[in-house]
């Protein structure tokens, strides 16, 4: 058990739909990142926050957001959900921002789109 | 901009034999490099990291790698392999000033009895 939970575990929905994603990082850590496991795309980086601030941007779309709140749990946002939209979602934790942090995983979400 | 590469997408090895998995980065700046196993249906776990203090890194489970910037490789290694080690497993690099890690496409190791 990493520390890292995502809830839910599983998700379904249809296209169009709006989806949100939580995630709450490990106690102490101020650095939360989402990443998309996808057959085709492997594991992308999605989106980083430290501390409540957004810290770095991957190859997120605009129908996707995310915010990080002050008890530093975060919720990543789907919305006008598409097929190719279903992948497994990740969010991982560390303590920090720095390069040689570790990132904790959480177990993930997967979501699929009908 | 930096890279990874994993070269297999699928390695078989016998119980008891060794494990290499092999990943090559590109960077225009000192990498920081990870490895990652995950088993089905979960997270990702850290296996070991190179942050510049020593080339031989150990890790959990019996893992080990070595940086070689001539090479730009870190590939990953084990003696012996367990019917436990099955499992998918990622190398990623670090980017600067945020910690962002851009992964490889996988290598799924699968230990025949």
């Known amino acids: 058990d990493s520390g890292v939970t995502q809830t839910p575990k599983h998700l379904i929905t249809a296209t169009g739909q709006r989806v949100t994603l939580r995630c709450s990082p490990r106690s102490g850590d101020l650095s939360v990142y989402w990443y998309q496991q996808s057959l085709d795309q492997g594991l992308q980086f999605l989106i980083q926050y430290y501390n409540g601030e957004e810290r770095a941007k991957g190859n997120i779309l605009e129908r996707f957001s995310a915010q990080q709140f002050p008890d530093l749990h975060s919720e990543l946002n789907l919305s006008s959900l598409e097929l190719g939209d279903s992948a497994l979602y990740f969010c991982?934790?560390?303590?920090?921002?720095?390069?040689?942090?570790?990132?904790?995983f959480g177990p993930g979400t997967r979501l699929t789109v009908l | 901009a930096q890279s990874v590469t994993q070269l297999g997408s699928h390695v078989s090895v016998s119980e008891g034999a060794l494990v290499l998995l092999r990943c090559n980065y590109s960077s225009s700046v000192p990498p920081y490099l990870f490895w990652y196993v995950q088993y089905p249906n979960q997270g990702l776990q850290l296996l070991l990291k190179y942050t510049s203090a020593a080339t031989l890194v150990k890790g959990i489970n019996g893992f080990e790698a070595e940086f070689k910037k001539s090479e730009t490789s870190f590939h990953l290694t084990k003696p012996s392999a367990h019917m436990s080690d099955a499992a998918e497993y990622f190398c990623?690099?670090?980017?600067?000033?945020?910690?962002?890690?851009?992964f490889g496409q996988g290598t799924t190791l699968q230990v025949k009895p």
């Open positions: 991982a934790s560390s303590v920090d921002s720095r390069e040689t942090d570790t990132q904790y």
């Open positions: 990623a690099v670090s980017t600067s000033n945020t910690g962002k890690l851009i």
